[in-house]
């Protein structure tokens, strides 16, 4: 596809199931990251890709959440037991390269409710 | 100490004036340097990279970058409502190359 691409565009989860997020990069980008925004806040990053590196978790903020990363290509995030907390948007970005010229672009994200 | 600081405003302005937002960051050997728009309910959307010191100019937008001084700006000239936005500044860091991002500044552009 032309842009990163995100699924699902909404989910509406019950507190306590498991979920799981959907990232499609831009095709040949090399670095992908995920990032979270809750309402009115900045972005908060959680976790970063670049190739066949170990991936950079640093974000993550419980062992509830994880990440993968399938052939260099598409990611998912999944969280488990969720919480009211988790609600939020989680935004995906990848760059063509894990040089430091690497503009990185945005999939429109997916808005998670935890209810 | 944040990597990457950024006034949060909100900055008014009012139409046809120029908005000024300023961003600093820690990494002394950064290169390079991006501003994202961010319309409320939307995703960050990439609007200026700059690599080297100097302005680099694209349409209304201005970026100016000092290394030595750490700091990268973003003027916006003839300011419209439709720039009424969060404007993030995000820095690629030395070590790995990581992307990181500014809380950002809401600008509301009066008529």
């Known amino acids: 596809g032309a842009g990163v691409s995100q699924s699902p565009s909404n989910k509406v989860t019950e507190k306590g199931k498991d979920v799981e997020l959907r990232c499609d990069p831009i095709?040949?980008?090399?670095?992908l990251y995920w990032y979270r925004q809750s309402l009115g806040q900045g972005l908060e990053f959680l976790i970063y890709?670049?190739?066949?590196?170990?991936?950079?978790k640093s974000g993550l903020p419980s062992d509830r959440f994880s990440a993968e990363r399938t052939g260099g290509s598409v990611s998912t995030l999944t969280i488990q037991r969720t919480q009211q907390e988790d609600s939020a948007v989680y935004l995906c970005?990848?760059?063509?390269?894990?040089?430091?010229?690497?503009?990185?672009?945005f999939g429109q994200g997916t808005r998670l409710t935890v209810v | 100490q944040k990597e990457v600081e950024q006034n949060s405003g909100p900055l008014s302005v009012p139409e046809g004036a120029i908005a000024s937002l300023n961003c600093t960051y820690s990494d002394r050997g950064s290169q390079s340097f991006f501003w994202y728009r961010q319309y409320s309910g939307k995703s960050p959307e990439l609007i200026m990279f700059i690599y080297s010191n100097g302005d680099k100019e694209d349409g209304r937008f201005t970026a100016q970058l000092n290394k030595a001084s750490q700091y990268v700006s973003l003027l916006i000239r003839d300011s419209q409502p439709s720039d009424s936005a969060t404007y993030l500044c995000a820095v690629t860091l030395t070590n790995d190359y990581k992307l990181s991002f500014g809380a950002g500044t809401t600008v509301t552009v009066r008529a």
């Open positions: 095709s040949g980008h090399t670095a």
């Open positions: 970005a990848s760059s063509i390269s894990g040089t430091e010229y690497t503009e990185a672009f």
């Open positions: 890709f670049q190739g066949n590196s170990a991936p950079d």
